[in-house]
């Protein structure tokens, strides 16, 4: 291809993706393929000969598509979103265009430096202490990973870096009970061994208890092991629980240990004032972790990952070959910053997203969502049939369907599971489940950039009407 068929190709691809966009709302939300649909019509191997855009983008159309679970239609209530804007997307153009691997200063100063400027930009909007700095990693999960071998070698002195576990003491991980899977993931990676997380019970509210923390640290403590770092979630993947965090952050501080705090999804709401009271206790922490990619309108993968003492963080991954020498000083070298050498410019749809929809603009959008959320919330405790099953403090609402002739903790699972199943079959919205208290709960969260209260609305009518048939059969 060469540059004038690029310039036909990508203005055409450019309307197609405007149309998409603009009509997102017209493809069943969860994709209806079946396992194996997709693969099945790619051929085993790749063709001898270079084969003409036309034919590539017509397989685009009638492979790829109906393979796709439309994650920026209003309708996806699933999961976490995974937000996008215009702004970020022509940003995501550019850094493509650029193909700029920003492994340190020198091979893009632009990238670094913007990252920098950016990381300060969320630190201030977010009501993060001003002496953090700040890097963008790719995920939350391998932030917490970054967190947790921070936190392993300023316990071993820097010594399971050099010498391995070898002599070194049994270190323990706090995290309660409805903590995200990448901490344990993490764990498993870092060396600590999955047995040496201590899962920390929760109250009524989901978020953990600080008692049973200090109890579990001082039987450690008593047994022998060596307590090395808690994680307080605020916003739990379940149910958006908060950790108590002044709490947990003095007991930290009282036995020593990092306090690691996974806002993957809720870090978002930070920048509204009125949100920030969860982050009590912030300045006690040592890192914190936030997706913009998730609740913030800016295109995976945009984890912002915070730090008390960079210091510590650059000596737990710097390493140093000859090839990566240069004579730049003063700069920051990300590469140091965590796991990987490589690095997209990342920075650059930041800028454009904090620019174009400016502070207030993210803001009232966020606000939006929440009022969303205590709108359905007051929907389903309105509703004889249907059972709120955990606060709402953002705009997650979890909840189930609750026949008042049903009493069998069975049957209502099953009736869920069905409800859930056939919903996510007819494809007009797309909501996911989780278990709490060892219930199934349906879990429906507003956070699409464009999402209205029609939406919600409709989603809600939806819900009660399948449940309704389902209930006649
Ligand atoms: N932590 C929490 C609380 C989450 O909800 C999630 C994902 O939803 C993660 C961590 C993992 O996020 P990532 O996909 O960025 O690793």
Redesign the pocket.
């Known amino acids: 291809m060469d540059a004038t068929e690029f310039r036909h190709w990508s203005h055409r691809l450019a309307d197609w993706m405007a149309d998409y966009l603009e009509q997102v709302e017209s493809y069943p939300v969860r994709s209806q393929a079946a396992p194996g649909s997709i693969f099945s019509q790619v051929p085993p191997a790749p063709p001898a000969a270079g084969e003409p855009m036309e034919a590539i983008f017509a397989d685009f159309e009638r492979i790829v598509m109906p393979g796709i679970t439309h994650w920026q239609s209003p309708n996806f209530f699933a999961?976490?979103p995974a937000n996008t804007s215009y702004p970020s997307l022509l940003a995501e153009m550019l850094t493509a265009a650029l193909g700029v691997q920003g492994m340190i200063w020198e091979t893009s100063p632009a990238a670094a430096e913007l990252e920098e400027a950016m990381m300060n930009w969320l630190r201030g909007l977010a009501g993060l202490p001003a002496a953090w700095s700040g890097v963008i990693q790719?995920?939350?999960?391998?932030?917490?990973l970054a967190a947790l071998l921070t936190a392993r070698e300023q316990a071993s002195e820097y010594g399971i870096n050099e010498s391995g576990f070898a002599g070194q003491p049994v270190f323990r991980v706090y995290a309660s009970g409805q903590?995200?899977s990448?901490i344990e993931k993490g764990v498993k990676i870092a060396g600590f061994g999955r047995r040496n997380v201590v899962k920390i019970p929760v109250d009524e509210a989901f978020a953990m208890r600080p008692e049973a923390l200090e109890a579990a640290i001082q039987a450690d403590l008593a047994a022998g092991l060596r307590p090395c770092c808690a994680i307080a979630?605020l916003?739990?993947?379940s149910s958006t629980a908060m950790d108590p965090l002044r709490a947990i952050g003095e007991i930290c501080r009282r036995y020593g240990i990092w306090l690691h705090v996974?806002?993957?999804?809720?870090g978002s709401a930070f920048i509204l004032p009125e949100c920030r009271s969860w982050l009590d206790g912030i300045e006690l922490a040592d890192s914190f972790?936030f997706?913009p990619?998730?609740w913030l309108f800016t295109h995976f993968?945009c984890?912002a990952y915070f730090v008390r003492d960079p210091g510590a963080l650059v000596r737990t991954f710097e390493i140093l070959p000859e090839y990566l020498k240069t004579a730049a000083a003063g700069v920051n070298n990300y590469r140091d910053w965590g796991i990987p050498l490589g690095r997209r410019f990342r920075a650059l749809k930041l800028w454009f997203v904090m620019r174009s929809f400016g502070a207030e603009g993210m803001q009232a959008r966020l606000r939006e969502h929440l009022r969303l959320g205590q709108l359905l919330a007051a929907w389903v405790d309105a509703h004889p049939d249907f059972e709120r099953l955990a606060p709402v403090p953002l705009n997650l609402v979890c909840f189930r369907w609750h026949p008042q002739d049903q009493h069998d903790p069975a049957a209502l699972d099953a009736l869920n599971e069905q409800l859930l199943s056939s919903l996510n079959l007819e494809g007009r919205i797309y909501l996911t489940h989780t278990r709490l208290n060892g219930v199934y709960t349906l879990r429906m969260v507003m956070g699409h950039p464009d999402v209205t209260e029609a939406h919600v609305r409709q989603a809600w009518e939806l819900i009660q009407a399948r449940s309704a048939q389902i209930a006649a059969r």
């Open positions: 999961y976490f790719s995920t939350a999960s391998e932030a917490t903590a995200h990448s979630a916003g739990t993947t996974d806002a993957a999804y809720a972790v997706n990619h998730k993968d984890s």
